[in-house]
């Protein structure tokens, strides 16, 4: 019903830059618009609980984590169904697997990021 397929991965060094990425289709987005949808990221570090990054909300207002605050940006073009994370100023605990997330339920299969010191 649902299918979200992250990209942008990888491996950086601390300070450096990344951008994920968050394709979305399927029967639930052709039925409705990609819009109504709360759009969020999640990460997972190893050893460690899930925990979430950021979220786009129906009507375009953001939230994000302490952790994150100032150095990642969530964003989404709506009219491609796609979700973006842009993460800077990148630190070696931002390591984790990141998941893209719809309407609180829809879970990708996740992407690493890994940042080294």
């Known amino acids: 019903q649902v299918q979200l397929v992250e990209s942008g991965g990888g491996l950086v060094q601390a300070g450096g830059s990344l951008r994920l990425s968050c394709a979305a289709s399927g029967r639930a987005f052709s039925i409705s618009a990609f819009s109504i949808y709360n759009m969020a990221w999640y990460r997972q570090a190893p050893g460690k609980e899930r925990e979430f990054v950021a979220i786009?909300?129906?009507?375009?207002?953001?939230a994000y984590a302490d952790s994150v605050k100032g150095r990642f940006t969530i964003s989404r073009d709506n009219a491609k169904n796609t979700l973006y994370l842009q993460m800077n100023s990148l630190k070696p605990e931002d390591t984790a697997i990141y998941y893209c997330?719809?309407?609180?339920?829809?879970w990708g299969q996740g992407i690493q990021v890994t940042v080294s010191s």
């Open positions: 786009s909300r129906i009507g375009g207002s953001t």
């Open positions: 997330v719809a309407a609180g339920n829809y």
